[in-house]
Nanobody
Framework: QVQLVESGGGLVRPGGSLRLSCAAS????????LGWYRQAPGKQRELVAT???????NYADAVKGRFIISRDNAKNAVYLQMNSLKPEDTAVYYC???????????????????WGQGTQVTVPS
């Protein structure tokens, strides 16, 4: 069994910063690409940022220059440093792994498109 668990959300004033964390639990063997997505009330889930195994990053235009995605492969974790937060950043933030391989007993199992439970970020106007 494998899980992605986010933390670090909360309420922050405009212009403030937050750092989100997401760690994979279980007997992890490898994690492919990681990403952060968000979903605001009444809107579809959208991409925020992604990072490859090798560290190549990609950002949505709305967050470029303000957010930084990083990963720690030894800790099976991905982070999102969010700076200069705006009210329009208010959303539930989800981490995603497009592929995780893990050990279950003697088996090697690969799970695609893994999502965390989400963490709320609120920036009041």
């Amino acid at each position: 069994q494998v899980q992605l668990v986010e933390s670090g959300g909360g309420l922050v004033r405009p212009g403030g910063s937050l750092r989100l964390s997401c760690a994979a639990s279980g007997s992890i063997l490898s994690i492919n690409n990681l990403g952060w997505y968000r979903q605001a009330p009444g809107k579809q889930r959208e991409l925020v940022a992604t990072i490859t195994v090798g560290g190549y990053t990609n950002y949505a235009d709305a967050v470029k220059g303000r957010f930084i995605i990083s990963r720690d492969n030894a800790k099976n974790a991905v982070y999102l440093q969010m700076n200069s937060l705006k009210p329009e950043d208010t959303a539930v933030y989800y981490c995603n792994a497009d592929r995780i391989s893990y050990r279950s007993g003697a088996l090697r199992i690969t799970k695609n498109d893994c999502w965390g439970q989400g963490t709320q970020v609120t920036v009041p106007s």
